[in-house]
């Protein structure tokens, strides 16, 4: 799937089965919450934070992939709501960062 055909599909599914997009101010806080949960995941899988359970961490992997897409699917809400082509955007945006960070990242020690 496309990023457009995401901004279609989840805007198809608001109107079939959300009824309406929440206000862009919920869905900012929505959004913050989601990305919470990935950060809250990131640090029992891969930083020094330990998984209260075994069932826990056994999912976690799971968990991780649809908190993932929970964020994208509220970002794409946002998106949706605020007239911003996702694809458009994501081009501009790596643009910009070549320009910018092309000769910066390879004379970077840290990163070799």
Sequence with gaps: MT???AQQIVDQWIQEVGVRYYNELTNTAILTE?????ARLMARIYGEQSFKTKAAELSAKDDLSDEMADVLFVLICLANQTGVDLSEALKKNLDKKTKRDKERHANNDKLK
Excluded: L, M, P, S
């Design 3 to 5: 990023i457009k055909e």
């Design 34 to 38: 989601e990305v919470g949960e990935v």
